[in-house]
């Protein structure tokens, strides 16, 4: 495994989950996943919500930490939080609110990387919405002890998918607080180029997670984004490029490695970690031999 640290991302290890249709929490229990990440050299994990929320029907935060820890892991992420830019008062800012305080209070108490955030549900807002919001949201975190919140970097985000969008976003937040979250998959399909990655600044750069697919966009680009993603090395996008680019930038890690497939999810959970650690040690070996030749 490579040196670098490498975090499983929720959706990458989670196995046989219906994303956005059914059931999204995992049915790999929460130390098997941890065993088999220490077993791979993986050096953390990420929970998705609705995860947390099913572990602590049988878990204590503290529990859920203890596992983590024993098994030697260190980097934990924290997603998802939507429509945190909403009018108080709408149900969608009310629900948004419980799920902020949810993993706001996680994030603490499991000693969490970051939050990861943006918009998945699609919610229209102004630039001023949402640069507000953002600067607010972060104070309110900073207030708490709460880790970094990023805010994802995505092409199907109709308020800002582009880099000047996020980069505009997160700008009045303080910089120790708020950032960006990148994941190559979305970087491939939003035509951006590694040397396009300088227009970040570095210190808003919070997380990087590696994902690769295919140039051509397929019909569906949420079947596509949910359903046929590749390991990092097994599609066409320039991993090693990004990768070279981000290290750049002064990005140490830790790299999530964020792979929505069915033809992943539908493997044994021993075989979905060997290959997600064996494609990323890969990935990140190679501009590191390269700049070193």
Known sequence: MTTSDVLGSYWTVAGPVEIGTGREWSLFDWPERCAQAARVGLTGLGIWHS????????????????????????????????????????????????????????????????????????????????????????????????????????????????????????????????GIAI??????????????????????LTFVELSDGQLENMPDHSRETTRHRRLPGEGEFDITGYVAALRGLGYAGPWGVEVLSDALRALPIDEIFDRTAAATSTALAAPVAAEGA
């Open 51 to 178: 995860d947390l929320e099913h572990l602590l029907e049988e878990r204590t935060l503290g529990e859920i930490r203890s596992i983590f820890v024993d098994a030697g892991l260190r980097d934990l992420e924290i997603e998802f939080l939507n429509d945190w830019f909403v009018a108080p008062g709408d149900p969608r800012r009310t629900a948004s609110d419980a799920q902020r305080d949810l993993l706001f209070t996680a994030a603490v108490e499991l000693g969490a990387h970051h939050v990861k955030l943006g918009n998945l549900k699609r919610t229209t807002a102004s630039m001023t919405q949402l640069t507000d919001g953002f600067a607010a949201m972060c104070a309110d975190a900073a207030d708490r002890g709460v880790p970094p919140l990023a805010y994802e970097l995505m092409p199907f985000d109709v308020n800002a998918p582009s880099i000047a969008g996020v980069v505009e976003i997160v700008s009045a937040s303080d910089p120790a607080q708020g």
């Open 183 to 204: 994941d190559t998959w979305h970087l491939g399909k939003l035509a951006i180029t590694p040397d396009d990655l300088a227009a970040i600044p570095p210190e808003r």
